[in-house]
């Protein structure tokens, strides 16, 4: 079965400061995808990163980092030099991509709330 | 541009009373999902559908059923709405590997 271990539930860092969410993922298919999902206090969902199982290769966009390692079913993210911005919270999903009765099903984590302070 | 479109942004309904959440996706997918997200326990899956008449219940469908007619709309039924179904609710249109949300609908029942 699938599931999404977001074991922080709050995060609280000041400003300028490094952040790293993690994300540890559960699955029995080799081919699947993880996400990364922004919820600011508006409360619609932003689409941050999406990754396949066969591409572990890290992935950088400005202050933001993604590390995919397989090997301990993990996928952190990273943000450099957090800004007051950045509060959110956060969430890690999984969907596999075997095809059964032909849909996808996106599990999520419970999410990690991460509050910047100038 | 993509859109994800949920009726109502805020609804506050009685105990007892019957309730409809309406989505309708512009992008042609055949798969829609209904979540709930609570504090702690992030995007919980209620039900989703991967054509037209048909639906598949999720981790937590007690309490809820769903409908859809058509391909673009696809609704959430709250057959008697209970205070525990105070929440809020996110509607999901996927064209595999792409998500894309609705702005939620947050419901309180009192």
């Known amino acids: 079965a699938q599931k999404v271990t977001q074991a922080q539930t709050e995060i609280s860092v000041v400003e300028k400061e490094d952040v790293t969410l993690d994300c540890v993922y559960e699955?029995?298919?080799?081919?699947?995808?993880l996400f990364w999902y922004k919820q600011p206090p508006s409360g619609e969902l932003v689409f941050l990163i999406r990754?396949?199982?066969?591409?572990?290769q890290n992935e950088i966009s400005g202050r933001y980092s993604w590390n995919f390692q397989k090997s301990t079913s993990s996928f952190n993210f990273t943000i450099t030099a957090s800004q007051v911005v950045d509060s959110a919270v956060y969430f890690c999903?999984?969907?596999?991509?075997?095809?059964?009765?032909?849909?996808?099903?996106?599990?999520f984590g419970a999410g990690t709330r991460l509050a910047v302070h100038p | 541009d993509v859109k994800v479109t949920q009726s109502s942004r805020y609804l506050v309904k009685r105990t007892g009373e019957k309730v409809f959440l309406e989505c309708v996706q512009d992008?042609?997918?055949?798969?829609m999902f209904w979540y709930r997200q609570d504090p702690g326990l992030g995007l919980r899956l209620i039900y989703f559908?991967?054509?037209?008449?048909?639906?598949e219940k999720g981790d937590i469908p007690e309490g809820y059923s769903v409908s859809r007619e058509k391909k673009e709309r696809f609704s959430l039924i709250l057959e008697s709405a209970s205070t525990n179904q105070t929440s809020m609710y996110l509607c999901?249109?996927?064209?595999?590997?792409?998500?894309?949300f609705g702005q939620g609908t947050r419901l309180t029942v009192v």
């Open positions: 559908s991967y054509d037209v008449k048909m639906k």
């Open positions: 990754r396949n199982s066969f591409d572990e």
């Open positions: 999903a999984l969907s596999e991509a075997g095809f059964s009765g032909g849909y996808n099903k996106l599990i």
């Open positions: 699955t029995r298919d080799t081919t699947y995808y």
């Open positions: 992008m042609d997918h055949e798969n």
């Open positions: 999901a249109s996927i064209h595999f590997p792409q998500a894309f």
